[in-house]
């Protein structure tokens, strides 16, 4: 059972940046596939960017490639997305997901789930 809890979400004008924190309960941390999804109002989530247990694979949905950055650090129990450039259609509540299997963009795949921070970007 892997518990995660979601922070750094916020107000910001467009252009600007912000950064998301995922801590997670599990001291195998290390052992999980990890990812960033987002949900706007009334559509369905959407994958955002994931990384590899090691670090060895990242991935990014097209409309965040070149803005936004995830990382992780096992030995801190974090993951990270650093989200610059931010524009008002980046709008929607981030939640982060642990996979115990491999790196993928398929929601379906991830186990556990934060309660999700919300992400609000003014024009």
């Known amino acids: 059972q892997v518990q995660l809890a979601e922070s750094g979400g916020g107000l910001v004008q467009a252009g600007g940046s912000l950064r998301l924190s995922c801590a997670a309960s599990?001291?195998?941390?290390?052992?999980?596939?990890m990812a960033w999804f987002r949900q706007f109002s009334g559509k369905e989530r959407e994958f955002v960017a994931a990384?590899?247990?090691?670090?060895?694979?990242?991935l990014y949905a097209d409309s965040v490639k070149g803005r936004f950055t995830i990382s992780r650090d096992n030995a801190k129990n974090t993951m990270y997305l650093q989200m610059n450039s931010l524009k008002p259609e980046d709008t929607g509540v981030y939640s982060c997901?642990?996979?115990?299997?491999?790196?993928?963009?398929?929601?379906?795949?991830?186990?556990?789930w934060g309660q999700g921070t919300q992400v609000t970007v003014s024009s």
């Open positions: 990384i590899s247990r090691m670090d060895l694979t990242r």
């Open positions: 997901a642990a996979n115990g299997g491999s790196v993928t963009r398929d929601s379906g795949e991830y186990d556990y």
């Open positions: 599990a001291r195998t941390f290390g052992t999980y596939a």
